[in-house]
């Protein structure tokens, strides 16, 4: 029985009789996803395949399959961010685990406590996989060492946001075509394709997370904004271009991902005024025409309209930003579900 | 006092080596060779080397008032398991060490203490502040040996000239934390391609070649010793022989961690590798070896800077700077270097005796009569695994977890008792 299996499962005891792992070719025994590193191109496709399949699901008029009853995932948020945690939430929901949230703002952490008395904490509630967000660069990597359950890393600080690159890989996927109209498979939709990540690249995990999974599978990026946001020496990594030059970002690309542009940058000296950057960097539809037919314009989220975006732009037919919020179930459903069947 | 007879260990000192002889210790000196005569202790040095004990002019013994990181008993029973005989301790304690009775008090209290020795550092502003001088000459005759605010960098170029001016009437070494604090702003690693990888905020060599070089220029204009502590990169290397060479008063320190690990290590996002400056490239930790092997280096200094494990269980943010080192120092250098092939025994041996006490304008150890019995014995075929659990500091956590460092002090000696002794 493969994955697939999951979507056609009209009873609790089919879904529950599902194989160890999926039938796709995950490796068994990865316990968590922390970032890219060492993941293989066939790892990563079944993830997009899986949450493919997870898609289906939810267009069902019950959205609930059996496929992690018996499970318990905590999401563990020691920095807010209500729409990350709430995709993963019903992410888990919708495969039957049971969750519970940990957040910060509300805990004992601000009394003093550390992250690993945390950690231990949860463990003694028996979680099976934690979902963690954390301000620092490398938490989850810390807690993995420290607990034998699984870990999903959700943002940690400038470093990885896996699960948003992997709903990114997903929607772009899902939005390229070939010449007679067919969907692409496996990793055929990224080889040789073009993906321009413009603004605040040095303090983004999401254009972390994203260099590393499109470059894996086959695409070119190109990392884009002023000098102070995309430093020249930044990831020498083969299939990374860097560029201050808006217009030669854009030129040919498949997709342009415009960053969130926050505005303390300015405080800290790194960029002189928002109009300045809007002037030099503000993705529109005028500097898409160079772009290549069909490409797709994306935002990780959430947007400052008419700043690293233009607002007409994020709201037109070339935009799939909604797409990306609606996908980030199914993906992170693809997500539970690799790492906590093959646990089993 | 006692008499003890160290037998047929192969002595060796800055002015050579003596072949194979029984050195007996007598009063807390040197007495002889081969004497003879009964004693009261006697060890068995066959096989091993027996050199004046080590001298670090940089240890964090957290003492007064972070007892929970290391104390005064902790450190410099440490300080002894590591070959170490003299340790001069930093002054960014709680309080920080800024006051004569402070230094005074840390004295009275080393001498009641077993271990090495201790010749405490001042700080050189009023509670590390920045911003007032210490009172220079009150902490040197209360004991100071050196003025640093070390730990953190002094920003105000004026008020380290003023502190230079003083030190340099009264003797004193000035040793320098020379990072620029505004271009390392909250970097917590080396910046290059690693921390862009890997997201963590970096501090670039510059902030450390920048400030070498204000620190080197303000010891030429003012005459004062200044010892540039930790110097960590390619660029701060060159920065400080170009002074050295236009004929400023520095002396330049290198670290254990800086010559033997590199940004790399952060990868695995352990704040047990997060240390101020911080790990740089495999080529500065290549060009920092090399470098060892003429005369700009003048010291190692351990920075042994320990802390609790729980500190260093937080973020890679929040997490402090600081590895503990002093005692896997010797081992951890011979294997990587002399073993090694990269660094003659006699060279590193010169860094942790010879070296550090011309720094400070101290006569240089040696295994001559009349001489303090201050005395390592090394066995240098001995391999151990570094094991955390064993060690002697409070920080019991050590990047070198589980790995086989061969040549061990076996023995320390201060003057003429056994302050440590490895079965």
Redesign the interface.
Known sequence: MSVTAIAGATDAAAARSLPQRPAAPARSGRRHLLDFTDWQVDELVALLDTAEVMAQVLTRTIKKVPALQGFTVASLFFEDSTRTRLSFERAARAQSADVMTFSAGGSSLKKGE???DTLRTLDQLQADLYVVR??????P??LARWTDAAVVNAG?????HPTQALLDAYTFRAARRDTTGAALPGAEAFRGQRIAIVGDV?HS?VA?SNVELFTSLGAEVVLCGPPTLV?R?????PGVHVTHRLEEAVEGAAAVMALRMQRERMAAGLLPSVTEYVTRYQVTSRVLRSAADGAVVMHPGPMNRDVEIESSLADGPASVIERQVANGVPVRMAVLYTLLVGRR | MSRVALRGGRLVDGSGDMGVHDLYLKDGVIEGLDLGGSVDVEHDASGTLVTPAFLDLHAHLRDPGQEVKEDLASGLAAAAAGGYGTVVSMANTDPVVDDPGLVADLVARAARTSGARLRPAAALSRGLGGEELTDFAALKAAGAVMITDDGIPVADSHLMRRACEYAAELGLVIQTHSEDPALRAKGVMNE??VS??????GNPVEAESLMLFRDGELARMTGARVHLAHVSSKRGIEVASWLKAGGAPITIEVTPHHLTLTDESLA???PLYKVAPPLRSAADVAYLRDALHGGVIDSIGTDHAPHTL?EK??????APFGISTIEVTFALLYTELVAAGALPLARLLHLLQDGPAAVMGWAPPRLAVGAPADIVVLDLERVREVDAAHLTSKAKHTPWQGTPLRGWPVLTVVAGAAVFERR
Not at chain 1, 134 to 139: F, L, M, R, S, W
Not at chain 1, 156 to 160: E, F, L, S
Not at chain 1, 233 to 237: G, M, Y
Not at chain 2, 313 to 318: K, N, Y
């Open positions: 550390s992250m690993r954390h301000p620092a660069a490398g938490a990597h810390q940690d600080g400038r470093h990885a040095a995990r972390r430093p020496e930044f990831l020498d990594r | 290059g391609a862009h990888r890997l997201g963590l905020p695995s996002f352990d729980a269980e937080r973020d890679m943010l929040e």
